[in-house]
């Protein structure tokens, strides 16, 4: 069992950045693959991010590749999410997860892949 909190969120306009961050209390941090996702009002979650267990592997969509960036410092069993060139769209609730499995068949981009949930920090970008 692992507890994720989320923290960072908050308003900032177009063009600007943010970090979040997610810490986790519990077992193993490093034993986790870990991934951010975002949920927009009336829309699906969406992924964001993954971040490999050693911290050398990541993974983004399109629509975030080269403007976010994931890390990880297992010593301090927390996960980042630096977010630059911040735009209208990217608004929503973002969230934090944990999955125990070894292997995906989605490159990690599903939320089923994922075990443990944080509660979801509010990020809104004005125009």
């Known amino acids: 069992q692992v507890q994720l909190v989320e923290s960072g969120g908050g308003l900032v306009q177009a063009g600007g950045s943010l970090r979040l961050s997610c810490t986790a209390s519990g077992r193993a941090f490093s034993g986790y693959r870990m991934a951010w996702f975002r949920q927009a009002p009336g829309k699906e979650r969406e992924f964001v991010a993954t971040i490999s267990r050693s911290g050398d592997f990541t993974y983004y969509p399109d629509s975030v590749k080269g403007r976010f960036t994931i890390s990880r410092e297992n010593a301090k069993n927390t996960v980042y999410l630096q977010m630059n060139d911040l735009k209208p769209e990217d608004t929503a609730v973002y969230y934090c997860?944990?999955?125990?499995?070894?292997?995906?068949?989605?490159?990690?981009?599903?939320?089923?892949?994922?075990?443990?949930w944080g509660q979801g920090t509010q990020v809104t970008v004005s125009s």
């Open positions: 997860a944990a999955a125990r499995k070894l292997y995906s068949t989605t490159n990690w981009s599903d939320s089923n892949d994922y075990d443990y």
